[in-house]
């Protein structure tokens, strides 16, 4: 039986990919090695979405081959996932023992691929083709691998990223964007309950332009010109030609975007919170439909003995009025929102291409609050972008401070090839991307630490994922708000949902005792 290994840099979407890889090759006889020394193949799930992972997982391949020269062991190597795709054959010239390159629409043929190389039928295989359908393949997974996706699994819903944002390399290694299909996505979601997972998160690169368009669509008709009642947004992106998706009703305008988020002044008056109406009156008078991501979450939502559903990663423009009032509807849709805002400056806004303004984004997050209060609200921000200046930055800071995130994902600027960002004007320094860095940094974990103090003495649920990784000893859950809560559990709490009472925090971490509650 050859034994594989499988490191995995970068997104959830990765680790699903790598999840998917993983069960198909137990699925034909392998094992998974406990270490990479030990395997007859390695395989490494690479990221490109800044240079630094690309050289880690260079860097990391170099080690590998060394170490199996220098031990005299004969190992099949392979990169594959989104630098695969990206630089193709030319990671083979540079790192000429490397055997497999396998792209992002190609992850379902690793068995075949690897069983080539290992009979010796092939020596190297370079594989980064476009394959239609591959969207709907990533679905094997390896629920017993894993004490966390036993109790909690990642379902890939779309592949791909049609925004085009000016500093993002994922249109060019991930695709166009590739629904799959309703039914599909809550058969795979039925069987994962079926199997015991309580948690579901719907993954996809962009997932509020879920079914937005289709590749292989069989209802070839274009959707109608919406009732867009508050569009606001910008919609003059270049490719933004919407196609409907099969088994999808679609709402979406000719331009493809979906109900825009209001005006911040348009929601929120005093302390009123004027709850989002979902429907509204159409031009031709047909009661307007809920968006394909609504639909799909309504379908998840039904399933029998799952008990959360979480997605990520939205885009805070395709944020309609239907999936905000889908939080206040759909009780096991988690209270948790991970709003990637990359800067708080309307003028850097435009030069990134994202499509909405600092107003509409704090718009959005107040009407996040209105419909789900306490909702956990994340977000990532990209510093050091080409022509930010201090003022730039101050604003990014004080939309910061206005928002208070319960954590900031935070990237230091990284020139991607073929991407326009690349060639504007008046690059950041490295020093001064850097220093911007560690000032955000310091804001977001001190409004944190306070986010994170605010739970102590309060009871939370948790559904709990098995033992810490760090010390096995505690258990760990999460909070409907996306918090990591460790107590000291047993087996017998796995996949539970329970009440505990938060007693101190750590760095992004609760610490919780179940005994005062119900145990
Ligand atoms: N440089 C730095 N950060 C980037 N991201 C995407 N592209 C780049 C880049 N070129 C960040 C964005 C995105 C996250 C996944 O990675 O913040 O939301």
Do not use: W
């Not at 990169?79 to 497999?100: H, K, N, T, W, Y």
């Not at 490719?239 to 005006?263: C, F, K, W, Y």
């Amino acid at each position: 039986m050859p034994s594989v290994f499988i490191k995995t840099y970068g997104c959830q979407m990765n680790e699903r990919d790598s999840e998917a890889v993983a069960a198909q090759l137990v699925a034909k006889g392998y094992v998974l090695a406990k270490s990479e020394a030990a395997a007859d193949v390695v395989l490494l799930n690479t990221c490109s979405v800044r240079d630094f992972a690309e050289q880690k997982a260079i860097n990391k391949m170099g080690n590998i081959l060394g170490t199996a020269r220098s031990e005299k062991r004969t190992q099949i190597t392979g990169f594959m996932g989104c630098m695969a795709q990206s630089r193709g054959r030319e990671l083979i010239d540079r790192l000429p023992d490397v055997d497999l390159v396998l792209g992002t629409q190609k992850f379902h043929r690793a068995a075949e691929y690897l069983d080539e190389l290992l009979a010796g039928k092939r020596d190297k295989i370079v594989d980064v083709d476009a394959e239609a359908k591959s969207e709907a393949t990533i679905r094997e997974h390896l629920l017993n691998g894993s004490a966390k996706t036993s109790v909690s699994a990642f379902v890939s819903i779309m592949q791909g990223c049609n925004q085009h944002c000016t500093f993002c390399i994922v249109p060019a290694t991930r695709g166009e964007e590739r629904s799959r299909t309703i039914p599909d996505i809550v058969a795979e979601c039925r069987e994962l309950a079926a199997r015991g997972v309580r948690e579901i998160t719907l993954l996809g690169q962009i997932v509020t332009s879920y079914g937005r368009r289709a590749i292989n669509s069989t209802t070839p008709s274009a959707p109608k010109p919406g009732n867009i009642q508050h569009s606001t947004f910008n919609t003059q992106h270049p490719t933004a030609e919407a196609q409907p998706a099969i088994n999808i009703q679609h709402p979406m305008n000719a331009a493809g975007e979906g109900i825009s988020v209001l005006d911040a002044s348009q929601q929120v008056t005093g302390s009123r919170c004027e709850v989002v109406q979902e429907s509204t009156a159409s031009l031709d008078g047909e009661k307007e439909k809920k968006s394909p991501f609504v639909q799909l979450l309504e379908a998840v939502h039904e399933i029998g003995g799952l008990e959360r559903i979480r997605f990520t990663s939205p885009h805070p423009k395709g944020y309609g009025d239907d999936l905000v009032a889908a939080y206040a509807r759909l009780p096991k849709l988690c209270e948790s929102a991970h709003l990637p805002l990359q800067s708080g400056s309307d003028r850097l806004l435009k030069l990134m291409h994202r499509g909405y303004t600092r107003e509409k984004f704090l718009g959005l997050t107040r009407k996040l609050r209105c419909a789900r209060p306490g909702i956990g609200i994340t977000t990532d921000i990209i510093v050091g972008f080409p022509g930010e200046t201090e003022d730039d930055f101050e604003q990014t800071l004080s939309l910061c401070r206005e928002v208070e995130f319960d954590n900031a994902y935070i990237f230091k600027y990284s020139p991607r090839r073929d991407t326009p960002a690349a060639a504007m004007p008046d690059q950041v320094p490295v020093t001064v991307r850097e220093e911007r860095n560690h000032r955000l940094l310091e804001l977001v974990n001190e409004i944190a630490a306070r986010k994170y103090d605010a739970f102590i003495g309060r009871q939370v649920q948790i559904l709990v994922e098995g033992p810490s990784r760090k010390n096995a000893a505690r258990y760990t859950g999460r909070t409907r708000c996306n918090k990591i809560v460790l107590f000291d559990g047993g087996e017998r709490h796995r996949g539970q949902l329970m009440d505990v009472k938060i007693e101190r925090t750590g760095s992004f971490t609760l610490y919780g005792d179940p005994a005062v509650v119900n145990l």
